[in-house]
């Protein structure tokens, strides 16, 4: 939500005329195990229908001038600095959540809006559509939307269960060239580590080269590990930038594994050890490449959390990407509550900020940290810290 607000407010302070700016309100619900996460801003609501009470879950973010003016005082969009309204509650089977604009609960009463959920009963398209209807019949000029959904089912979260959901696709099996996974057919072993290995393969469909990358057996009753490797295929579906490695979606999968975009070169480090003394022109071109990968997971309000010269490949064409996002950090996540224990503390000593190396949460300011040693580095040779 804040990247989607810096960059509502970077396009609307574009226009000379305020009134054209670019602003939204937003009224967001998510449900997670057993906890509603209400995310809210502007005038538009959220209610909640329990044991034949309706109540608001939000207030109202606006201004009235006079009579028949009203202004929006927050919203998405009109400031750079992003000031929502959060609040979890604890959901309950057969909860309704009624999502309104204002065209809708300004022309209609709290009683009046009980009365015509009532009368629907179980329709709740129908109960929608009365609302609406209600509401241009009550004068509305406004936009008339609502929603409504109820809960039928919620999960009994344990540790257990969820270790189990990380592990319902089992390991492969060690690859050698010539065997084939889910129909990919295993080159050769371009790496290994004690975490992952990754291996040349051909796209079965396409004929195409592919890199696979599986995890290590020896982190196979490890849920925070597993965890992480799941996420890592997301933030590369999630993120789509010519300066950071893409993450293909795999066709069919019986095991767990990642199918990457392959690349043909070399990683930053590799490039450093065979250009120890690089022109400032070939610097600034591979500095500029870096940035842009930063920024596209910055925008997505994403932390790359552990950049360094062997997390960045710079293919024959010169193109640099951003690899590997075992320690991403999506932003909401931590918010959630989670039974997998998970750690701040990912990165390389080397590039991780101070304030992280004290246990400090890490921000967009520690991936720039990291930016700036990997520029001090190609710029002198060395590190701007002594071992």
């Not at 000379?16 to 619900?29: F, H, I, K, Q, Y």
């Not at 190396?357 to 990291?370: I, K, Q, Y």
Request: one cysteine or more; glycine letters at 6%; charged letters at 25%.
């Amino acid at each position: 939500l804040s990247a989607l607000n810096r960059w509502l407010y970077g396009q609307g302070s574009r226009f000379l005329n305020p009134e054209r700016g670019m602003v939204t309100t937003l009224s967001a619900l998510v449900l997670k195990s057993t906890t509603a996460h209400l995310f809210h801003i502007g005038d538009t609501r959220i209610w909640r229908w329990r044991e034949a009470t309706l109540e608001p879950l939000t207030e109202d973010h606006h201004h009235w001038v006079s009579q028949d003016k009203v202004y929006l005082n927050r919203a998405l969009g009109t400031d750079a600095h992003l000031e929502i309204d959060y609040r979890s509650l604890p959901a309950e089977v057969g909860d309704l959540y009624l999502f309104t604009t204002d065209g809708v609960h300004g022309y209609l009463p709290p009683a009046r809006i009980k009365q015509i959920i009532i009368e629907a009963g179980d329709h709740l398209d129908a109960a929608c559509r009365a609302l609406t209807a209600a509401a241009r019949a009550a004068g509305s000029p406004d936009n008339l939307t609502c929603q409504l959904l109820r809960i039928d089912a919620l999960p009994t979260p344990d540790a257990e269960s969820v270790f189990q959901e990380l592990t319902e696709l089992p390991l492969p099996p060690p690859l050698e060239p010539g065997m084939n996974l889910d129909g990919y057919r295993i080159v050769r072993e371009l790496h290994a580590s004690p975490t992952s290995q990754l291996y040349l393969a051909l796209d079965p469909d396409s004929g195409q080269q592919v890199a696979l990358k599986t995890p290590s057996v020896n982190f196979e009753d490890d849920p925070g590990y597993l965890d992480r490797f799941r996420q890592e295929e997301w933030v590369g579906r999630r993120i789509d930038s010519p300066h950071v490695l893409k993450v293909i979606e795999p066709k069919r999968r019986r095991f767990l594994y990642h199918i990457l975009e392959y690349l043909d070169g070399r990683t930053l480090r590799q490039w450093m050890n065979e250009h120890p003394h690089p022109t400032l022109a070939e610097t600034r071109a591979i500095l500029e490449q870096i940035a842009r990968g930063i920024r596209a997971f910055h925008r997505l309000d994403m932390l790359h959390r552990d950049l360094k010269p062997e997390n960045i490949h710079i293919d024959r064409h010169g193109t640099v990407r951003l690899i590997d996002f075992g320690s991403a950090k999506i932003g909401g996540a931590a918010e959630i509550a989670s039974v997998i224990a998970q750690t701040d503390l990912l990165g390389t000593r080397h590039y991780t900020a101070p304030e992280v190396l004290r246990g400090e949460p890490a921000t967009t300011v520690s991936d720039l940290f990291a930016f700036g040693v990997i520029a001090y580095e190609l710029l002198t040779g060395g590190l701007p810290y002594r071992e």
